[in-house]
């Protein structure tokens, strides 16, 4: 999935709109916000970050679930087949467990941008082309 950020229209009360568009199999699913033009760089610059930071926090989650799972496959001699599915669960639950974590961050931290930027969520009536 990829995030782009766009300036797409300024109002004349020096508040912008910035659009949000995340990209996931050729659907676009966009997102409007509406803020002070001086804060549009720096709120792009956090959104852009809190990306990164979330995808960064799966990748190492998948990590630690599958370090796990061939710790737990490959601890003992005996009956390598029982622990070696074993560990595939616990790694299983370990990944999902950070899955979890990683949507309730990305959320909170979503909202912190908002709220620190004072931007707003809004919806735009007109559809723009694609």
């Given at each position: 999935?990829?995030?782009?950020?766009?300036?797409?229209?300024?109002?004349?009360d020096?508040?912008?709109?910035?659009?949000?568009?995340?990209?996931?199999?050729?659907?676009?699913?966009?997102?409007?916000?509406?803020?002070?033009e001086?804060?549009?760089?720096?709120?792009?610059?956090?959104?852009?970050?809190?990306?990164?930071?979330?995808?960064?926090?799966?990748?190492?989650?998948?990590?630690?679930?599958?370090?796990?799972?061939?710790?737990?496959?490959?601890?003992?001699?005996?009956?390598?087949?029982?622990?070696?599915?074993?560990?595939?669960?616990?790694?299983?639950?370990?990944?999902?467990?950070?899955?979890?974590?990683?949507?309730?961050?990305?959320?909170?931290?979503?909202?912190?941008?908002?709220?620190?930027?004072?931007?707003?969520?809004?919806?735009?009536?007109?559809?723009?082309?694609?």
């Open positions: 999935m990829t995030t782009g950020y766009n300036i797409i229209k300024k109002l004349p020096n508040k912008i709109i910035i659009e949000e568009t995340k990209k996931n199999n050729s659907k676009t699913h966009p997102k409007y916000y509406l803020l002070n001086e804060h549009a760089d720096l709120f792009i610059k956090n959104k852009k970050n809190s990306d990164l930071l979330t995808k960064t926090q799966s990748v190492l989650s998948m990590v630690v679930a599958l370090s796990i799972a061939l710790y737990v496959g490959m601890r003992t001699k005996t009956d390598k087949i029982k622990n070696t599915l074993f560990g595939i669960g616990a790694g299983a639950i370990t990944f999902a467990g950070g899955e979890i974590f990683d949507r309730w961050f990305k959320k909170n931290t979503d909202k912190r941008i908002l709220k620190l930027f004072n931007a707003k969520e809004i919806q735009l009536d007109d559809k723009r082309p694609e």
